[in-house]
């Protein structure tokens, strides 16, 4: 399984930005997704999952201006950022496992089997 994240990019304090996060391969239904970040010098932190059925889980940080989605027919996984803030910014990188249905999404990135490479945030002033 392969993901590729995109739609990252350079944007002013309180725009919006929409990321994806597109699978190949496996059985893109199947899987557990989530949405991890990666500020300069700091270490990776848990963003928003979605479980198989849809549950959501999000940071406290972003709850209430990030939605995360996904689409089975189309193999992907969005994040839609609202009123970004500088302390967004971040490398993006979306990851994925399979689970069973009732499993609830998870913050944990062990959690995850899958990763794909991250795309760049940069929120300015």
């Known amino acids: 399984v392969q993901l590729q994240a995109s739609g990252g990019g350079l944007v002013q304090a309180g725009d919006s930005l929409r990321l994806s996060c597109e699978a190949s391969?496996?059985?893109?239904?199947?899987?557990?997704l989530g949405w991890f970040r990666q500020a300069p010098g700091k270490e990776r932190e848990f963003v928003v999952a979605?479980?198989?059925?849809?549950?959501?889980y999000y940071a406290a940080s972003v709850k209430g201006r990030f939605t995360i989605s996904r689409d089975n027919d189309k193999k992907t996984v969005y994040l839609q950022m609202n009123s970004l803030k500088l302390e967004d910014t971040a490398v993006y990188s979306c990851?994925?496992?399979?689970?069973?249905?009732?499993?609830?999404?998870?913050?944990?990135?062990?959690?995850?089997?899958?990763w794909g490479q991250g795309t760049l945030v940069t929120v300015s002033s």
């Open positions: 990851a994925a496992t399979p689970t069973i249905l009732t499993v609830e999404p998870r913050s944990d990135p062990s959690f995850y089997r899958y």
């Open positions: 391969g496996g059985t893109f239904s199947r899987y557990a």
């Open positions: 979605i479980g198989r059925s849809g549950g959501t």
